[in-house]
């Protein structure tokens, strides 16, 4: 049973780290869910109550990275709700293309959006670019956190 439980972690490491970029997966969750089922597998006396604190608070410092970070970094390029809108339709369309659809996704859509609220292409512009720059911020935040996150978790399993 332990075997197949460290097995369930590790994949479920492995699917969080994915949904770093993949926003269909629920990545902080999964990485967290990794380090229960390893914890688990192991009774909880390799990784006990400290580490899986610790790793909580990153996931959910994680978690919060992924919310604020784009709707922040929209916001101080001007854009408007509809802009925030536009992003989230074009990261779901953005999937059927890969990597560069998950970037350029949001901005199109953003663009786009803020474009059919109020014809002015330079803030529709603005409003692009704020969503790329949050997106990136975010998206280096969330992996930071997420190596800290495995780390924490090495660590716990070494110590």
Do not use: C
């Not at 197949?4 to 993949?22: H, N, R």
């Not at 663009?111 to 720059?133: F, H, I, M, S, Y």
């Amino acid at each position: 049973m332990s075997t197949l439980l460290y097995l369930l972690g590790v994949l479920a490491f492995l699917a969080g780290l994915a949904g770093l970029v993949l926003p269909v997966l629920p990545g902080a969750l999964l990485l967290w869910g990794g380090v229960w089922l390893i914890a688990w597998a192991g009774d909880f006396g390799l990784i006990g109550a400290p580490t899986l604190s610790v790793t909580g608070v990153l996931a959910l410092l994680i978690v919060a990275a992924d919310w604020a970070a784009t709707a922040l970094g929209a916001k101080a390029f001007g854009a408007s709700r509809w802009a925030a809108i536009g992003a989230t339709v074009g990261l779901i369309l953005g999937l059927a293309f890969g990597p560069v659809g998950l970037i350029l996704g949001p901005v199109l859509g953003a663009v786009a959006l803020e474009l059919w609220k109020d014809p002015n292409l330079k803030k529709a512009l603005r409003a692009g670019a704020g969503t790329l720059v949050g997106f990136l911020v975010g998206s280096v935040v969330k992996v930071v956190l997420a190596f800290l996150l495995v780390g924490v978790t090495i660590i716990g399993l070494l110590v």
